[in-house]
Structure formats: C-alpha cells, structure tokens
C-alpha cells in the first residue's frame, strides 16, 4: 500500500522538462492525442517514429489494452534529446451482451476463416500506411448528423449469442437505413469493400499521421479508392449489411494498428454536431 500511495504521489508530482513537446488530449487508453514541437525535430514513442509536419505538430495514439507508462523521445534540430515519460490512465470497459445473431456470424464456418483473414489483411494493410498530410488536424465533423442513439460504445466486451467475442473497436450510433454518411474529416478514400464478412458494405478514409476512419455495415457507399473527400462530405448511407441486427453506423478510428475511441477522438479533434 505504501509503495502504491508513493507512486501517486510521484505523479502528481510528475512535471514534463520545460522544452517537451505541448501536448493536446487525454493520455489515456483508447484516446488520440495531439503534440506540437519545435520545427525539425524527430519524435517517438517507445521506440516507434512518429512523423511531425513543417510546423512541428505529430499525433499519437493509445490502444485499448495500451501498456501503462510510454516514453516520448525529442531529439531537436541541435540535436538535444528530451525523455518524456507518460503515464497512460486506465478504463474501464462495460460489458455487451447481444443475441440472436445467425450462428455462422459469430463462429464461422471453416471454409469462411480464409475469407476473415484476407479481409482482416486488407485493412491491416491500410492501417500501415503514413500519410504525409495533415487533414487530421483539419476539423471534422460527427459522421451521422442528426438525432441518433449510441448503441455500441468502444472497448465493450462483446458477448455474442453467449460466447465472449473480440472487444468492441468503434462507436454504433443507430439510425434509420438511408440516413446519410459523412466523411468525419478530411482525406483520402484507402478502402472500399462492397461485402466483408463481419461488417459489409466498409469503407475507409486515411487522414493522414497513421489517423484511418472506418464506416461499415452501409446499405450504399458513394465513393471509390483514391477518392479526395471534404469533412462532412456524403460517402454513404447507413446500412445493415454485414453482421448486425438492425440498420445503423459502425464508426471506427486508428491510428496505425492501434483501435482509438471515436468519441474520445472526436473530442480532440473538436468535431461539430447538428442535432435535430
């Protein structure tokens, strides 16, 4: 107990060096947040180089299961090194029980796990790519407008017709099918799949930074690979396909391989909603 009392003592006491990176957003897992430095300076983050634009600004992000403590690592322009250790804040996730899903959508056939793993490859290529743009930091938008009902949240424990599944890796917000799908922010259509297994019709925007949307299960996508979109642009419309019980948005948001929360992300990023 002491050796813990100590230790948060210790943080409280924490304070970054006075020439480290500004950083914008709650280091915690599942969020995203913003850095700005000094122009021509090289970050990373336990290792991993993260880009950083003319400007100085770089992103990173923490994985659900993201380990407690990472080490941010500056070497300026003068080549002076800056180790800055953060202590990434623990969630809780909330359990989700949903049943009477088609038995083959929560344990495939086996004939179907090759199908799984090529989709699976696919968007893992995708989520690999480093984007030199800075559309991430461009402002965005929520990607359903209007009235909607959350009814996935990010990191929940899924319990599939009885069977503990994968956590959950985006936000469900449930809406009418046809109700118009919006790009979030700025970027470049990297995906577009007109029938996964688990979440159907799919489509993916890169923003830059590693940063990649998702939006599945739409009943129409209106764009293609390659695609420049606007934030707020339509790229589709809600939807059913894939494995869901009713019509609504899967919205998704990484940074590189790493899951983020998109309600946490849309906070950073200062997305703009009209309700009504």
């Given amino acids: 107990m002491r050796r813990l009392i100590a230790a948060a003592f210790a943080a409280l006491l924490?304070?970054?060096?006075?020439?480290?990176?500004?950083?914008t957003g709650p280091v915690e897992q599942g969020a995203l947040v913003f850095g700005r430095t000094l122009p021509g300076t090289s970050v990373t983050l336990d290792g991993q180089?993260?880009?950083?634009?003319?400007?100085?600004?770089?992103?990173?992000?923490?994985?659900?299961?993201?380990?407690?403590?990472?080490?941010?690592?500056?070497?300026?322009?003068?080549?002076?090194?800056?180790?800055t250790p953060l202590t990434v804040g623990a969630r809780e996730w909330d359990v989700q029980r949903i049943d009477g899903l088609p038995p083959k959508k929560v344990t495939p056939d086996p004939d179907v796990i090759a199908r799984i793993r090529a989709e699976s490859a696919a968007i893992a290529e995708v989520r690999a790519v480093d984007r030199a743009s800075d559309d991430v930091f461009a402002g965005w938008v929520h990607p359903v407008q209007g009235e909607t009902v959350v009814s996935g949240v990010f990191g929940s424990q899924r319990i599939l017709n009885g069977e503990p599944r994968s956590p959950h890796s985006g936000t469900d917000y449930a809406a009418e099918t046809g109700r118009p799908v919006l790009a979030a922010g700025p970027g470049v259509v990297s995906l577009v799949h007109d029938g996964m297994f688990f979440t159907g019709q799919t489509l993916m925007i890169d923003h830059g930074h590693g940063v990649q949307s998702v939006y599945a299960?739409?009943?129409?996508?209106?764009v293609?690979?390659?695609?420049?979109?606007?934030?707020?642009?339509?790229?589709?419309?809600?939807?059913?396909?894939?494995?869901?019980?009713?019509p609504h948005l899967h919205f998704g948001?990484?940074?590189?391989?790493?899951?983020?929360d998109p309600q946490t992300v849309l906070g950073v990023v200062g997305a703009d909603r009209q309700d009504g």
């Avoid at 924490?14 to 020439?19: E, M, S």
């Avoid at 299960?217 to 209106?222: E, K, N, P, Q």
């Fill in 217 to 222: 299960h739409l009943s129409r996508m209106d």
């Fill in 224 to 246: 293609a690979e390659g695609d420049v979109v606007a934030a707020g642009q339509k790229v589709g419309e809600v939807g059913a396909t894939g494995r869901a019980t009713g």
């Fill in 14 to 23: 924490f304070v970054a060096p006075a020439n480290a990176a500004e950083l």
């Fill in 253 to 260: 948001v990484s940074w590189f391989g790493n899951k983020l």
């Fill in 49 to 83: 180089p993260v880009r950083v634009d003319e400007a100085g600004r770089f992103v990173i992000g923490f994985g659900r299961d993201a380990e407690p403590s990472v080490e941010l690592v500056e070497i300026g322009p003068d080549g002076g090194r800056v180790v």
